[in-house]
Every structure is written in structure tokens, then in C-alpha cells.
């Protein structure tokens, strides 16, 4: 019977290890803070820019993700043609660059003494230590989370049925708008919460990027790194509530796609 | 166990993470010479790197971070065997705080406005005008505490009128070099030294000398240092030993005084 019995509880022992391994940090956060020393951090002035400011690069970039990434990951989904497989890897490769290269990448690209850098200076566009500079580092790290959700959306949508749509009159477009995005919604909702989670979470690339300051780029996350070494009880309370609002995006997933929550996203 | 034990744990275990994946050779079988981390300031990068190696009691790593960052660390329960910040005022606070031992002065160093070589900008009278983009340090780092000195003593008008032109807070003074060497800043103040190790990209403004501070840095052997007889020959190496041509080398002056 014991020898019977080690299986089950090897994998039970794994889970509790990854669950108090992964809820653990969090609590902590809590647990460190009073309720009272938390509503005082929020109150500085410097902390309620950095959330003000947070939410409009977020918005923003979420918002060109979505115009942007919807068509483009539509036609991935429904078209062949030469070279898709290599586009589709070229664009997914933020996804796994470190947050630090995507900076220094970025700088190389678009600053002031980069490729595009001459250029942009002429037209008049400032992105290196502007607000500018930290939605183009949000929508670069993140957008990846979302074409790939999109593309795997749309991609799982009946063809036959599109199809059905273009025949009986409709135009590409009216069947794109009317057909696809509503019946590929909730994928596409959930890739928009992969990418807002992991753009509120950007650090590295604004940092190097954008650079950080009270109110033009000093994000959450920037705002809680200058925080961590003079006053921990403020990097606490705003990483309380980058947690908080964290949890509020999964929710929202779940509660969105109905009972079978995330399952389908991870396909 | 209280909220802060945990925190210690989480950042103790995040510290063995992070120094597995430093780790670069680990030590063959035979190699018994010990490891001794030194924690040291971001400006201090050029001369601990070229004259670490040469350390005869132990292999050094290194970890280089704003002084403040590695000072909350040490508070946080991490232990490198070796803290040096570029100020005093950080190692004697930790050494109030029992928690490294008595700081010693090893070098010091000039601040200077840096500019990229080809930059029009003369002298700090120069960014008092609207127009050139300025990085400094954040306020809670050494290189951002002594910027802020530096702009007290230029009176409130126009420390006010240099600190409209500041664009970017950085957290250490790699940042702030970063910054200047990618044009995305068009002045900043920094270390002398700093401006030395960017190989002629970026060139130095003398600051006159009513507005220099002193910058003196401090290096203290942690309480409970894994290592601690290695540490205090690395500290003495950093007075009167190898290092102090390495420093020198890398634009650092002798200890004040």
C-alpha cells in the first residue's frame, strides 16, 4: 500500500511547494504593510503621478496594441503564404527578449543617436526621456503577448463559416468586423490582459529607454525601484497595488471566458 | 515569524538564485580558494574590475549597484563580505546599525558636469538656460545626494532653473553615463572618473571649486562576512595596497585630508 501511495504523494507535495513558493512573496508584501502606512504612501504626491502615469502608457499602448495587432494577427490566422512561419517567429521574439536588450535595442532603433534617430529628431519626435518613449517600450514588450493570443483566436474560428459569410455577400471587411472579432473575443480579451499585465509591469526597457522621472516616465515600477532603497514601507504599498490590480486583470479573464476561465488561453 | 522575516527569507533565497546563475566557472574540484563578494559602487566599476583579479586570498565577484541599493540590500538580510559606496555617511549608517564593521576612507573623487565631446555646453552657468536636457542621480543615491550639493551652493534661482532642465532621475551613476553616451541627455553630473572611463565620448566640465563637495568613499567588512580575514586584506588592498594604482589609474584621488 505504500509503495502504492508514493505517486500521489509526490505530486502533492510539488503543487504545495509551487503554491506557497509563488503565494509566499505576495502575502509578504501585505503582510509587511499596515493598511495605514499603505493609504500614507499612496498619498505622496510622487507615487500618485507614477499611478496616474502608469495608467496612461498602459491605455495608450494597449490601445495601438489592439488597433494594430487585431488586422495584422487576423491575416496570420487566416492566410498562407510564403515567409508567415518566419514573421510569425520575428514577432514573437520580444517575448522572450530580456526586458534589458529590448532597451538598449530600442535606444539603438529609435534614440537620439540611433538608426531612426536623425530622422525622428527632424520630424520633430522625442521618445528617449519622454512619455513617448515609455508607450513605445510598453507596446514593444508587450504587444507580442497579444498578436500571438489573437493569432491563435482567430486561427481556431471555423473557417467554413467565414467563409459562409464572404460567400452570401458580406465584404472581407464587414465579415472581419461583424463575424470574427466578436466569435475570437474572448481570446482576444485575454491576450489584451496578457499584455496590459506585462506592460504595467515593465521596468527594464523604460528604464533605459525613457529613463525615469517623477511624473514624465517614472512608471510603478520605476517609482518602486527608487523607492526600495530609502523607503521600503512606499515600495510596498505601491507594489500592493500593482498586485491588486494584477489580480483584478486575471479575475477579469476568468470571469469573462466563463467557467472555463484561463483553459482556453493557454492553448 | 514577523512580516519583515519573511521578506528577509524571500530576498535570501532570490540572492542564492541570483548567485548561482553569476556564477561563471564555480571552482574546479582542486580549487579551494574562497569567494569573496564585494559589494561596490556603480563608479567604482572600472578599478575594482581591473585590479580584482590579481587578489591573492580569494576569488573576488563583484556587484555593482547604486551604494544606496546595495546598502538596503545588506539591511535586507543580504551579506557580501565587502561593502564600498561612494560616500561615508552610507557605510556609517549601516555601521551604526551594526550590521558592517568600522568604515575606512580609501578614495576619493571630483564631481564634473559630463557632456558628450562635441557639446557647445561650457559650464554649469550653461544649463541654467532652458533647452539642455539634464540627468542627474535620484535623490537617494550618492552621485544624486552630491548633485544636489552642488546646485545648493549655486544659489536657489538657479539651482531651480537647472533642476527645470532635468529629465531623467537615474539609479545609479551608469545611468546617468548611459544616458549622455547615447545623446538622449545632453549634460549630467557624474564622477570624474566616469567621464574617464567613457574613452573620449563624453568630456568633463570642471565644476569651480566653490561648488566641488568632497566625495569620499568608504568600504566597510560586513558583520558576519562569509570570508572575513579575505575581506579585511581586500579592504587593505583598497587603502595602501594593488588597488590603489587601479584607482588611480581610473581617475580616483587619494582620501581626503
Not at chain 1, 532597451?103 to 525622428?120: E, N, S
Not at chain 1, 481556431?156 to 467563409?163: F, Q, T
Not at chain 2, 557605510?91 to 558592517?100: I, K, S, Y
Not at chain 2, 579575505?230 to 594604482?245: F, H, K, N, P
Amino acid at each position: 500500500m505504500i509503495r502504492r501511495a508514493w505517486f500521489p504523494g509526490l505530486i502533492t507535495v510539488a503543487l504545495a511547494a509551487a503554491l506557497i513558493f509563488l503565494t509566499l512573496p505576495i502575502a509578504a508584501v501585505f503582510l509587511e504593510t499596515s493598511p495605514g502606512a499603505l493609504v500614507d504612501s499612496l498619498g505622496s504626491q510622487g507615487a500618485q503621478e507614477a499611478l496616474w502615469l502608469s495608467l496612461k502608457t498602459t491605455t495608450l499602448a494597449l490601445t495601438i496594441i489592439v488597433l494594430v495587432g487585431t488586422p495584422a494577427a487576423y491575416l496570420l490566422a487566416t492566410r498562407r503564404f510564403r515567409g508567415r512561419a518566419a514573421i510569425v517567429t520575428l514577432i514573437e521574439l520580444p517575448l522572450v527578449l530580456p526586458p534589458a536588450v529590448a532597451g538598449i535595442a530600442l535606444l539603438a532603433a529609435v534614440g537620439p543617436a540611433g538608426l531612426l534617430g536623425r530622422g525622428l529628431a527632424g520630424a520633430g519626435v522625442e521618445l528617449a526621456l519622454a512619455t513617448a518613449g515609455v508607450v513605445v517600450a510598453l507596446t514593444f514588450v508587450a504587444s507580442p503577448f497579444y498578436l500571438r493570443q489573437a493569432q491563435a483566436a482567430f486561427g481556431a474560428l471555423d473557417r467554413a463559416w467565414l467563409d459562409a459569410s464572404r460567400t452570401s455577400g458580406a465584404s472581407e471587411a464587414r465579415t472581419f468586423l461583424r463575424i470574427a472579432v466578436p466569435a475570437a473575443a474572448p481570446g482576444l480579451l485575454a491576450g489584451g490582459a496578457l499584455a496590459l499585465g506585462r506592460a504595467l509591469g515593465e521596468f527594464g526597457a523604460t528604464l533605459i529607454f525613457a529613463g525615469s522621472f517623477q511624473g514624465i516616465t517614472q512608471t510603478v515600477p520605476l517609482a518602486i525601484y527608487d523607492r526600495f532603497a530609502t523607503d521600503f514601507d512606499g515600495a510596498l504599498a505601491l507594489s500592493a497595488v500593482l498586485v491588486v490590480v494584477s489580480a483584478a486583470i486575471l479575475l477579469a479573464v476568468k470571469l469573462a471566458r466563463g467557467p472555463d476561465g484561463l483553459g482556453i488561453a493557454a492553448r | 515569524m514577523t512580516g519583515r522575516g519573511w521578506v528577509l527569507a524571500a530576498g535570501v533565497v532570490a540572492a542564492s538564485l541570483a548567485g548561482c546563475g553569476g556564477g561563471q566557472d564555480g571552482g574546479s574540484a582542486g580549487d579551494e580558494r574562497p569567494r569573496l563578494v564585494v559589494s561596490a559602487a556603480a563608479s567604482l566599476n572600472d578599478a575594482l574590475t581591473s585590479c580584482s583579479p590579481g587578489f591573492d586570498a580569494a576569488d573576488v565577484r563583484l556587484s555593482f549597484a547604486g551604494s544606496d541599493e546595495l546598502a538596503a540590500q545588506i539591511r535586507q538580510g543580504v551579506e557580501p563580505d565587502v561593502y564600498a559606496a561612494a560616500n561615508t555617511k552610507l557605510p556609517e549608517a549601516l555601521n551604526e546599525e551594526g550590521l558592517v564593521g568600522r568604515p575606512r576612507v580609501f578614495a576619493s573623487n571630483e564631481l564634473v558636469l559630463a557632456v558628450p565631446a562635441d557639446s557647445p555646453i561650457r559650464s554649469v552657468d550653461d544649463l541654467t538656460r532652458p533647452g539642455p536636457k539634464v540627468a542627474i542621480g535620484s535623490a537617494s543615491v550618492p552621485i544624486g545626494s552630491y548633485t544636489r550639493e552642488v546646485l545648493s551652493r549655486l544659489g536657489d534661482r538657479q539651482a531651480e532653473a537647472v533642476l527645470a532642465n532635468v529629465r531623467s532621475e537615474e539609479p545609479d551613476v551608469t545611468g546617468v553615463i548611459g544616458k549622455l553616451t547615447q545623446d538622449a541627455a545632453d549634460a549630467g553630473f557624474v564622477y570624474a572618473s566616469d567621464v574617464d572611463a567613457t574613452g573620449g565620448r563624453l568630456r568633463a566640465v570642471e565644476l569651480p571649486r566653490r561648488l566641488q563637495p568632497t566625495v569620499a568613499y568608504g568600504v566597510a567588512v560586513v558583520d558576519g562576512a562569509p570570508q572575513p580575514e579575505a575581506a579585511r586584506a581586500y579592504v587593505e588592498d583598497l587603502i595602501s595596497g594593488r588597488c590603489t594604482q587601479a584607482l588611480e589609474q581610473a581617475g580616483f584621488g587619494p582620501p581626503p585630508g
